[in-house]
T-cell receptor, first 111, second 112 residues
């Protein structure tokens, strides 16, 4: 079965620093999704990547999907305390399949 | 912007009681899902539903669980006899024919 790994497991950065979170699958993905979650709360959709080599940006967050569609990175530029939370990647291996989620990366941003 | 809604936001129940978690998917969506997240753990797939029947279910979704679309708008998850380990956040999701899944805000269930 498909599994997603995320690294690092947790990250503490100083406000203003850049950071990268990675999500890796052992199998080619149909679509890769990034969500943000405050501990114990709902999932906030950030971005979806579907094409190999695709890159999307929203405000200070950029997500990329590699050519093989097995690895994605989420990059935050000039981090702020509002970026703190748990970042989850979710993916489906083929169209219409239910999602598998990674374990999450817990981000803390120190003011 | 259309969104998936879930009620209640929080529910506390006694072990052995039945609970029904409700979801209102986005109106023109056809595929519906339930996921579960035990606090501090991964979000896990429970069940998918299409054309008034279950299309896929995970090992977690045993005989204690059932899903229903009782009318044109609601999608429910029933747990017949709750156990302590059913305490979790339950997320509903829906999607159209060629769209991503949209998630609801979740229902936090606490079984005492």
């Amino acid at each position: 079965s498909q599994e997603l790994e995320q690294s690092p497991q947790s990250l503490i950065v100083q406000e203003g620093k850049n950071l990268t979170i990675n999500c890796t699958s052992s199998k080619t993905l149909y679509g890769l999704y990034w969500y943000k979650q405050k501990y114990g709360e709902g999932l906030i959709f950030l971005m979806m990547l579907q094409k190999g080599g695709e890159e999307k940006s929203h405000e200070k967050i950029t997500a990329k999907l590699d050519e093989k569609k097995q690895q994605s990175s989420l990059h935050i530029t000039a981090s702020q305390p509002s970026h703190a939370g748990i970042y989850l990647c979710g993916a489906a291996q083929f169209y219409g399949q239910n999602f598998v989620f990674g374990p999450g990366t817990r981000l803390s941003v120190l003011p | 912007e259309p969104e998936v809604t879930q009620t209640p936001s929080h529910q506390v129940t006694q072990m052995g009681q039945e609970v029904i978690l409700r979801c209102v998917p986005i109106s023109n969506h056809l595929y519906f899902y339930w996921y579960r997240q035990i606090l501090g753990q991964k979000v896990e797939f429970l069940v998918s539903f299409y054309n008034n029947e279950i299309s896929e279910k995970s090992e977690i979704f045993d005989d204690q669980f059932s899903v229903e679309r009782p009318d044109g708008s609601n999608f429910t998850l029933k747990i017949r006899s709750t156990k302590l380990e059913d305490s979790a956040m339950y997320f509903c999701a829906s999607r159209g024919r060629r769209e991503t899944q949209y998630f609801g805000p979740g229902t936090r269930l606490l079984v005492l």
